[in-house]
């Protein structure tokens, strides 16, 4: 397994109770798979350490997307990553659904021009994957320039109240400003009990136990090491990916009546999005009451929108995660050149919703990273792969935490079994 930081792959096995092992699990890397599986983990009595290199969790891709919960249709090319998203969507809905709210209408358009798809391909691709939408008249929204559109019931993620939710839940689990530079497998020999036949379990097994060092530290052993970070860390060897720096805006809807909300994704091509962007349910409370029943609030209450763009939002694609982060940070930390940007993103969406300009103001932006699979049909599917007691997940969507969760228990859950044939002196 190659890695950009250093991989070079622990059960230090303490008891709860004087009879049961419990299992340690570093987690490397705290936005939502590292959370979700950490609070999974913890949950079923693993002793869990999730280590976090920034002063807070959520700071990466976790903190900084769109914030769409998907049911597939971004991805009409992708068999594999509707399946997961479909799924995923009724997952996350039965584990979190107080992270999430609707939109009042969620709305994806068909382009008349340069769409890799017609419209009628595509409502029989959604259709075909049992994935809801109804046909809807766009014009009512004052879109144009589209060969179809219709509205689904996909909705929002909050963008801060899974940080919150997650520091309360994992509140001793977390290291926060704890790098990992080094995952070491270390080998423990280890020798057969005298009540194991040896039927139980051949030689090689028996005689040696695959555990994780973090950092050359011996106080940081651990039975099993689970990298989060988006192939930042180790770089999966079967896996053809690329990063992606990517810059997303924020508009203010300046309408004096800013609801009812309206997402709109424009397909399927070099197209934009324009997606609610929601604090929590506190704000949305509070957006509420100023504009739906007339409460005075003053100017801090907005009703913001992400911007994003297929042919903007990416800065560039990289083969190192280095390289990404030094054109991210190139952009970041220089607004001019994020002004110059401003003019490209609003003329793509002009050209779907003519009154884009009058309806919305530019507010600020970020930035952010992605992993991607250099794939023609846009996969974004998850995978879960192993060496020895490391497990490096390719995240995906956040809608794919159940593949995760799935994959990550089997692999425990099969390494236990086997170290349970085994005795350490």
């Known amino acids: 397994m190659s890695s950009p930081s250093n991989l070079t792959i622990p059960s230090t096995s303490t008891t ?9 699990v570093a987690i490397i890397g705290a936005g939502w798979y590292g959370c ?3 609070l999974v983990l913890k949950n079923k009595g693993y002793k869990v350490t999730i280590f976090e290199k920034e002063n807070d969790i959520f700071l990466g891709a976790s903190g900084y997307n769109q914030f769409r ?9 992708s068999y594999i990553t509707r399946v997961q998203a479909l799924k995923g969507f009724d997952h996350f809905m039965k584990t979190y659904p107080e992270l999430t709210t609707q939109a009042d209408y969620n709305l994806y358009g068909i382009a ?18 049992k994935i809801y939408n109804k046909e809807f008249n766009h014009t009512h929204f004052g879109l144009t320039n589209l060969e179809g559109s ?11 109240a899974p940080r919150d939710y997650f520091k309360q839940k994992l509140k001793d689990e977390l290291k926060l400003n704890t790098p990992v530079a080094k995952a070491e497998q270390i080998i423990v020999q280890s020798f057969k009990a005298p009540q194991v036949s040896p039927i139980d379990c051949d030689d090689e097994e028996e005689e040696k136990l695959s555990l994780i060092k973090i950092n050359g530290d011996d106080s940081l052993i ?3 090491c689970i990298s989060c970070t988006y192939n930042s860390f180790v770089v999966t060897p ?19 009546e800013p609801l009812p909300r309206v997402a709109m994704t424009i397909c ?3 197209f934009s999005s324009l997606f609610p962007y929601i604090r929590d349910a506190k704000e949305e409370q509070l957006i509420i009451e100023k504009y739906r029943d007339g409460k005075d609030h003053g100017d801090d209450v907005k009703v913001l929108y992400t911007l994003t763009s297929v042919a903007h939002t990416p800065l560039g694609q990289f083969n190192s995660w280095k390289k990404a982060e030094e054109k991210r940070l190139q952009v970041h930390n220089n607004p001019e050149e994020v002004k110059k940007l401003i003019p490209l993103f609003e003329q793509n969406i002009l050209t779907f919703y003519p009154a884009f300009k009058q309806h919305f103001e530019y507010d600020s932006f970020f930035t952010s990273m992605k992993t991607k699979l250099y794939d023609s049909t846009d996969s974004r599917e998850c995978t879960v792969e192993r060496e020895g007691s490391f497990i490096s997940i390719m995240s995906g969507k956040v809608n794919s935490l159940h593949v995760a969760e799935a994959e990550v228990l089997k692999i425990l859950n099969e390494g236990n079994v086997k170290r349970k044939k085994k005795q350490i002196f």
């Open 16 to 24: 709860n109770d004087n009879t049961k092992a419990q299992k340690r």
């Open 36 to 38: 979700h599986l950490g």
């Open 69 to 77: 919960l998907h049911k597939g249709l971004h991805y009409a090319r």
């Open 112 to 129: 008349t021009k340069n769409s890799w798809l017609d419209f009628g391909t595509y409502k029989q691709v959604m259709d075909s994957s």
């Open 150 to 160: 219709l509205i689904c019931d996909e909705r929002v993620l909050y963008h801060s």
């Open 222 to 224: 651990f039975d099993w």
């Open 238 to 256: 079967s896996l053809n990916i690329f990063y992606e720096p990517c810059l997303t805006l924020i508009y203010k809807d300046i309408r004096s």
């Open 268 to 270: 399927d091509g070099n």
